[in-house]
């Protein structure tokens, strides 16, 4: 064995013996990533040794770090019980808390898909989170004390964890529900501070290493017993393994200080370092034949060509040298009946590569893959070593399907049914028949087509009806067709053919486009009259596309199924823009398959799977929500609501009576609405069902708002009198409160009101309910959202007195004054009293609805000082004409008279007027009228 050179060793972290460090090799094999008992995570150059970075973010000792295989995710585990989520490029900020334990973190790993984390801490349990969605978290048992070490298998089947208790752990985790498949007394029960029970999922995942006292145990993944034991190295327990990048070799480090490189060829150590303290970090470099170390006291070297020059090197396949047939197999099995098994092998022996990492694999030629010999006996225990990580589970994605469209029977079946018509497809004994029905057949006129593509898809628009039809026998192309509902030139319908072995896949109409998913990963888009407008690709395998407006829907498997949940993403372009407009992943309920995805007709993607839960786009938490649960509107077991659409407070759908999955195309469906109601707790009761109705009618509010043009009026007025509908809304949850006694509540609820005279509102009624601790607090939330703006209106009240013109000087023919000036002062006010007008308009309507709650005579406070923020009335409207516009300034402000600054014109007077919003500013504006 050789024994190394004296390392160059500088010191990154401030430590002390008894406190833990950790470091890796940045996938790139360009930096390093250390951290330590200083509660920082340092990123180092490997060339110049200069630090490039840091993050500070957790307060406890940092004590391990993980990094997922593309390097752009980094985990941290600290002694103040939290697993922190770090992005690579800007590592100074907390991306996310993946947990938090209820004693120190001690380890997590990524999964080898990097969809899920799994942590240990040394409370004992395990924790596995999903990381797109961190409160999706399933929790292990079974160790009796602290949680060492974690492995995720490379294959994504198994994770193996090595407790303090002796015992090494395999749990399953391709299941819905994780389960532990084995427990094994193979790890070594941790008497030491520093023996970490670090194990090592070889890297095609045929075996686990395990320390285990002074040795090194290699399991067979298949059997779980014990392949081979690498020994006679360390001369005290092993705490810390690594296999190299290509499996050839794998580096161990002890309590003896001692650091060693084991030959998995002949099963003996090479070469090893002998440090003046513990190692407690090893990462073997990427890309270079280094291994970087750190000690207990936070100094870190890298140890240059651990590996002879003589022997292969650590990271490339291609240079591969591995005995075959001379194995000494009494050295690979401790286990007398293990090697009576071998006794009875027979036949030639088979080759396997060594390795089956496929993304080291991919682009090498037979020639650079160098081969191991094995017997039939071992090749059968290892049926699976070549694809390795390339589980295919393919068969478990969602294949495309059409929205609103039936499998139907007999020849029989709708290809859509939506809110315009539907399109039926009937296969006839000679012929295929395509009847296109729409609900309002004044509108467009019915069609009755005959097929002879072999349509199985198709999708019905405002002004047309596109099919789709898949690559036929006899090198028959498949096609996209489409056929106007009104055209004033003849030949509108048009025919495109697919070139041969491209296949449309799904189909989608907008209000000038026809789209289709192809299976060469395209989206071709043409027009209505054919011409083809555009094409790109699309990554992830379709799920199925919809339509509204100018703008496209599309749905895609981000990738494989994770624990039989479809992992789906949305997008959605402004095809008349040209731009992608959102970019989301599409949640789904656990075990669930999407089953509708379409634009409610305020235009957001709304979508729902086959456990009946809808959900809509939410812009203002920019995620989805749900919006209604099928399951909770069924009164009777066989029913079954089918989807078709959304509108503004109902989903569009058909009942079905009969226990069948899909309606029938005869006799013809009737379509129906059903209310929807977001899945709040104990909906049962008046507070909740207007909890209810107020978070649905935000969102509504706010997707209409994230849509509206400024520019547009009549919109931006509807907007606003829905701000004022939810305004009432929170009034009488508020209300409510205060007549509960929940005057807690009744606050909290109140802060979320945005208008004045619903908050004067609740404040009127907790003073007739004698709550003067509530009406003090309200008085206060009041001036925080409104007394501002009064004392500044009551300013600019002043301003225009002082600037208001003395009669001899005003004449309403003056040329100052111009009509288009009027007009605009004119504008400003009715748009600025329009909100205010609204309200009052709103609160009458909800007063003639509610009983009188007004305590009677006897009741009410005798002596009591009225609420100063009560509703006042209104003044008179002020009558009069230029000559006397002096003396009513006076008269509104009811000051006495005194000498006063004229404003030379007229003009200046509206100016003045223009930001008032009181009734100063309507005499005013009579006077001008």
């Not at 969602?398 to 007999?410: E, I, K, L, V």
């Not at 888009?525 to 690709?537: P, R």
């Not at 509908?725 to 007549?739: C, F, G, P, S, Y």
């Amino acid at each position: 064995m050789v024994q190394s050179q004296k390392i160059k060793f500088q010191i990154l972290h401030v430590s002390e013996e008894g406190s833990t460090c950790d470091i890796l090799y940045h996938p790139s094999g360009d930096t390093i990533l250390t951290c330590g008992p200083d509660t920082q995570i340092k990123v180092t150059s490997v060339s110049d040794r200069k630090e490039l970075g840091h993050a500070e973010t957790q307060e406890g000792a940092i004590l391990s770090l993980a990094t997922t295989r593309s390097g752009d995710r980094i985990l941290s585990c600290s002694e103040d019980h939290s697993v922190h989520l770090l992005k690579y490029t800007d590592i100074s900020n907390l991306e996310k808390l993946i947990t938090r334990f209820q004693s120190p973190a001690r380890h997590a790993v990524f999964s080898a898909n990097e969809s899920f984390v799994a942590a240990a801490g040394d409370d004992g349990t395990i924790k596995v989170i999903l990381l797109m969605s961190t409160n999706q978290v399933e929790i292990l048992k079974g160790h009796s004390g602290p949680v060492r070490s974690l492995a995720y298998d490379p294959r994504d089947i198994y994770l193996a964890s090595a407790g303090s208790d002796g015992t090494l752990r395999l749990w399953e985790t391709t299941k819905e529900t994780i389960r532990e498949v084995t427990c094994l007394n193979v790890v070594s029960k941790d008497r030491h501070n520093y023996q970490f029970n670090r194990i090592a999922w070889h890297p095609s995942g045929s075996w686990l290493a395990v320390p285990f006292g002074n040795d090194i145990r290699v399991l067979d993944r298949d059997t779980w017993k014990i392949s081979y034991i690498l020994k006679d190295g360390h001369s005290k327990p092993v705490s810390l393994i690594s296999w190299s990048p290509n499996g050839n070799y794998l580096a161990s480090s002890g309590l003896d200080n001692q650091v060693l490189i084991w030959n998995i060829s002949t099963k003996e150590s090479l070469h090893s370092y002998k440090h003046d303290s513990f190692i407690s970090g090893l990462s073997w470099s990427p890309k270079t034949n280094a291994i970087a170390m750190i000690d207990v006291c936070g100094q870190y070297g890298i140890w240059e060509n651990p590996i002879p020059t003589k022997f292969p090197n650590p990271f490339s396949i291609s240079n591969l040298k591995i005995q075959k047939t001379e194995t000494d197999f009494n050295s690979l099995f401790n286990d007398n009946d293990d090697m009576d098994d071998l006794d009875d092998v027979e036949g030639k022996p088979s080759e396997v590569p060594v390795v089956a990492d496929l993304d080291a694999i991919d682009g090498l030629s037979d020639d650079e893959i160098v081969y191991e010999k094995k017997s039939k006996k071992i090749q059968r225990k290892f049926p699976d070593q070549a694809p390795a990580v390339a589980v295919d589970i393919s068969e478990n994605l969602q294949p495309p399907f059409q929205p609103s469209s039936t499998q139907g029977q007999r020849g029989k079946r709708f290809l859509c049914f939506n809110k315009l018509g539907s399109i039926t497809l009937k296969e006839e004994t000679t012929h295929v028949n395509i009847q296109v029905d729409y609900h309002n057949s004044t509108k467009n006129r019915p069609m009755k087509l005959t097929d002879r593509n072999g349509t199985t898809m198709g999708v019905l628009g405002n002004k047309g009806v596109a099919l789709g039809a898949p690559m036929g026998e006899n090198d028959v192309p498949s096609t996209i067709t489409f056929h106007p509902s009104e055209a004033w030139g003849t030949n509108s319908s048009w025919t495109h053919s697919l070139p041969m072995g491209e296949q449309v896949l799904a189909l989608a109409v907008c209000d000038q486009y026809v789209v289709a998913a192809t299976s060469m990963k395209f989206l071709r888009i043409f027009t209505f009259t054919g011409v083809q407008y555009h094409v790109m690709s699309y990554s992830g395998k379709i799920v199925c596309m919809a339509g509204h407006l100018s703008f496209l829907g599309i749905v895609l498997h981000k990738s494989n199924p994770i624990r039989g949940d479809q992992n789906l993403t949305m997008l959605t372009f402004n095809l008349k823009t040209r731009q992608r407009v959102l970019s989301e992943d599409l949640p789904i309920t656990s075990g669930s398959v999407l089953t509708w995805f379409g634009f409610s007709t305020s235009g957001y993607p709304t979508s729902c799977d086959s456990e009946g839960i809808v959900q809509m786009f939410n812009s203002e938490w920019n995620t989805w929500t749900p919006i209604l649960n099928f399951k909770n509107q069924f009164s009777n077991p066989g029913e079954k609501f089918w989807i078709f659409g959304i509108s503004e407070k109902f989903a569009n759908v058909i009942l079905i009576k009969n226990g069948d999955d899909e309606p029938s195309i005869f006799p013809k469906p009737v379509p129906g609405t059903v209310p929807l109601k977001m899945p709040l707790l104990n909906l049962e009761s008046e507070t909740t069902q207007l909890e209810e109705s107020y978070i649905r009618e935000r969102l509504y509010y706010h997707n209409k708002k994230d849509a509206v043009d400024e520019d547009d009026e009549d919109a931006m007025t509807a907007l606003r009198r829905e701000a004022v509908m939810l305004d009432t809304l929170v009034m009488q949850i508020a209300e409510q409160a205060i007549r509960g006694d929940k005057l807690e509540r009744a606050l909290d609820v109140a802060d979320m009101i945005q208008f004045e005279k619903p908050l004067q509102r609740v404040m009127n009624l907790a003073d007739q309910m004698r709550h003067t601790v509530l009406v003090s607090r309200l008085e206060q939330l009041w001036k925080s959202k409104f007394g501002e703006v009064e004392d500044q209106v009551e300013d600019e009240e002043e301003q225009v007195e002082e600037a208001a013109p003395p009669p001899a000087k005003i004449s309403k023919k003056e040329p100052g004054v111009q009509v288009e000036d009027r007009v605009q002062v004119e504008e400003e006010i009715q748009v600025e009293n329009q909100v205010e007008n609204q309200v009052e308009d709103v609160m009458e309507d909800e007063e003639e609805k509610k009983e009188n709650v007004e305590p009677s005579n006897d009741e009410k406070p005798k002596n009591r000082k009225r609420n100063k923020f009560a509703k006042s009335e209104e003044p008179a409207k002020f009558q009069g004409n230029s000559e006397t516009v002096f003396d009513a300034l006076k008269e509104i402000s009811k000051a006495p008279e005194r000498p006063i600054k004229v404003a030379s014109t007229t003009k200046e007077v509206v100016e003045k007027t223009k930001k008032v919003d009181t009734p100063t500013k309507r005499k005013l504006t009579s006077y001008f009228q």
